[in-house]
């Protein structure tokens, strides 16, 4: 029965749920526990702080569903909010937001099982499977050309590869109070660690609990508990750090302060500096500080002229794998495609860097096997591979899972374990979690997949998922790639926290939004690294065209960045 237990409770530990005690004596009474716990977890909307036992007696009474041997997880995890290109009226946009947040809320719940369907519906199924029968076809040999008097630069360059932060061995969650308390503890001491050394104007901070009415002004550091808007429109934060909890006030006639007020997230550590209310009960915001990083970043450089590319978003397995544009990609890092100046970078191409979604997965989205060529995760890895098997040896490819891939769902997400590491060989491999922060050659990057680019966009009302690299610079304003527990993302309760960003980078890279886009943000490039999947129907329904076969470039000598268009390569 004891080992029972922990398999439940690191089971619900890897989403960054806690199970209470009664909540787990009920589970390990089931007949097959392990297997009403994977019940529970597909069927949960959002991961919880805490499973209690009422919980579980709603989801049992709810669904008609429940088998004795229910069958494995689904985690319904992302596909990229679609947005309109040309930005609408204020108020459309606001309708707009709470459409996306409807519409995701759908792809992150379970999803809805129907006994009775109408003919109609079987007849439209019965054809969706006779088009994706026909459409399932195994990826075509190639015959990558020899170039004559082709000699990468890169070939003359050994690799030199650093990983400096990275979960990969070092899981310590077991879905105990004390991992929360823990993580919470050390992203409340990294923050405020940040502000005191860089921010003059949280300098004179003081504990919660030290607060009197008779100060006037005042500076606090906290961790964000709530934040609400009054019925007056002011903006209602309430914070705590190790001492005590306070609550703010923005007020709605400030305008700088209410802007500033509306980019807070829950879960986040910020600076506050305010004044005592009359009545004593509330502090009145006057500035909100956040870490952020210096004005001027003074990026790191290296005398070798090599390049780094980065190759995000494969989604291999899937009907819409743009095979024609990713045979142009392997044409060219072969030296057999492009013109002077574009064979050139491919010549000094020393790195690739991909991060996350390598596969489509399976069980990712409701339907999703109707849009699959290859069924099987494993022969999806091995089908990627035999494509890799086609970029010359002296390139070294750095590999990242994301929220498709075969790993654990909550991040920080360890590398992929042996069983999938062993099927890519033949050149230089480095497998590393979700978010990892390298150097290449004394260059620092850091690559987070990107999945709580959805919840910083559903959360603040000036972004959008069409704008990946103005969710990018927000979070690294904040220090930290994904705050609020409990939303899409979900969070293991690790007893360091990975999603902070104590070091700035040179280059800050992600993915899964399926875009496109380089930036810069204090001297920090901004890359989002595109896809390599055609509209899927989800995107289709949503009205959403990714910009995909595009692949962001930076030299690591000037730190220029361009990236090269296959979507327009020809022949």
């Not at 319904?76 to 459409?99: D, H, V």
């Not at 743009?322 to 010549?347: H, K, Y």
């Not at 922060?437 to 990107?450: A, D, K, M, R």
């Not at 000036?462 to 527990?485: G, I």
Request: charged share 25%; net charge negative; proline share 6%.
């Amino acid at each position: 029965m004891g080992e029972t237990m922990n398999s439940i409770l690191k089971l619900f530990s890897d989403h960054g749920t806690f199970v209470l005690p009664d909540a787990l004596t009920y589970i390990s009474q089931k007949e097959n526990p392990d297997d009403f716990a994977y019940f529970l977890i597909k069927s949960l909307r959002e991961y919880p702080l805490f499973l209690a036992l009422d919980t579980i007696k709603s989801i049992e009474e709810s669904t008609l569903q429940l088998k004795e041997t229910p069958a494995p997880p689904i985690t319904i995890l992302a596909s990229p909010n679609p947005t309109p290109a040309s930005p609408p009226p204020q108020i459309e946009k606001t309708i707009e937001k709470e459409f996306q947040k409807k519409m995701l809320s759908k792809m992150y719940s379970k999803p809805t099982i129907t006994t009775e369907t109408s003919e109609e519906e079987d007849e439209e199924d019965t054809e969706d499977d006779q088009t994706t029968s026909e459409e399932k076809k195994p990826l075509q040999p190639l015959e990558i050309k020899t170039v004559k008097g082709w000699r990468p630069l890169a070939r003359d360059y050994d690799s030199e590869v650093r990983v400096i932060t990275d979960i990969t061995g070092k899981r310590t969650s077991e879905g105990t109070t004390q991992d929360f308390v823990s993580l919470f503890r050390d992203r409340y001491q990294g923050i405020k660690k940040i502000l005191c050394s860089q921010r003059r104007e949280i300098a004179q901070f003081i504990p919660i609990s030290r607060i009197r009415k008779t100060m006037t002004d005042i500076q606090l550091i906290g961790i964000v508990k709530t934040v609400k808007t009054t019925h007056n429109g002011h903006r209602l934060i309430e914070i705590e750090d190790e001492t005590g909890s306070a609550t703010l006030m923005a007020l709605k006639a400030n305008t700088e302060t209410m802007q500033q007020a509306n980019e807070v997230m829950l879960d986040e550590v910020i600076g506050v500096v305010g004044k005592i209310s009359k009545n004593g009960d509330l502090i009145i915001v006057q500035n909100i500080v956040y870490p952020d990083i210096k004005m001027h970043h003074e990026r790191k450089k290296t005398e070798s002229p090599l390049c780094v590319a980065f190759l995000s978003d494969i989604h291999m397995g899937s009907n819409m794998f743009m095979e024609s544009e990713w045979t142009m990609f392997l044409r060219w890092i072969n030296g057999d495609l492009g013109n002077s100046r574009q064979r050139d970078v491919a010549s000094r191409l020393k790195y690739l860097v991909l991060p996350g979604d390598l596969v489509d997965g399976i069980g990712i989205y409701p339907n999703q096997e109707k849009e699959l060529s290859i069924s099987n995760i494993y022969e999806q890895y091995q089908a990627l591979a035999q494509q890799f098997a086609y970029i010359p040896d002296h390139i070294t490819i750095l590999i990242q899972p994301g929220n498709h891939d075969a790993v654990r769902p909550a991040e920080p997400q360890p590398a992929f374990e042996k069983e999938i590491r062993d099927l890519f060989t033949g050149k230089e491999y480095i497998f590393i979690g979700n978010p990892s922060y390298f150097s290449l050659h004394g260059v620092e990057i850091l690559s987070y997949h990107g999945q709580s680019l959805l919840d910083y966009s559903t959360n603040i009302q000036a972004l959008s998922y069409n704008e990946p690299t103005e969710v990018m610079k927000l979070m690294l304003k904040k220090r930290h790639l994904s705050p609020t527990y409990g939303g899409y993302t979900p969070l293991a309760p690790e007893h360091v926290d990975y999603m902070l960003i104590p070091q700035v980078p040179d280059i800050f890279v992600t993915g899964h939004v399926h875009t496109s886009s380089i930036d810069t943000y204090r001297g920090v490039t901004l890359i989002n690294a595109s896809s390599w999947q055609s509209q899927t129907s989800y995107q289709k329904m949503m009205n959403f065209v990714p910009d995909s076969a595009k692949l962001p470039i930076v030299d690591l000598k000037t730190g220029s960045a361009t990236a090269m268009d296959f979507s327009k390569a020809s022949a």
